[in-house]
Nanobody, 115 residues
Framework: QVHLVESGGGLVQAGGSLTLSCVVS????????MAWHRQAPEKQRELVGV????????DYVDSVKGRFSISRDDKKNTIYLSMNTLTPADTGIYYC????????WGQGTQVTVSS
């Protein structure tokens, strides 16, 4: 069973930064890929960014390009989402996802950006 646990969310002012972490219960090199998603209040969950291997540049949704960055530490079985220049539109619950032949989700961590 694969478990993902996010942390690092919180309240931040617009223009600020946060870094989220996602710790995985298995060796992340055995997963085909990992991603961050978010869900704003009363909106559908959306993909934020994807990372598939240490040698491939992560891909991001247009709204976060240049502001968000996904990285990974394979020794710690952890991926990170570094978020800069945050706006209230970035408010939501951020979820970590991993997959091999199945999809795995974390429980989410709340990010609130105040104006």
């Amino acid at each position: 069973q694969v478990h993902l646990v996010e942390s690092g969310g919180g309240l931040v002012q617009a223009g600020g930064s946060l870094t989220l972490s996602c710790v995985v219960s298995v060796n992340i090199t055995n997963l085909y890929g990992m991603a961050w998603h978010r869900q704003a209040p009363e909106k559908q969950r959306e993909l934020v960014g994807v990372i598939t291997s240490p040698t491939i540049t992560p891909d991001y949704v247009d709204s976060v390009k240049g502001r968000f960055s996904i990285s990974r530490d394979d020794k710690k079985n952890t991926i990170y989402l570094s978020m800069n220049t945050l706006t209230p539109a970035d408010t939501g619950i951020y979820y970590c996802q991993g997959w091999d032949t199945q999809l795995y989700w974390g429980q989410g961590t709340q990010v609130t950006v105040s104006s």
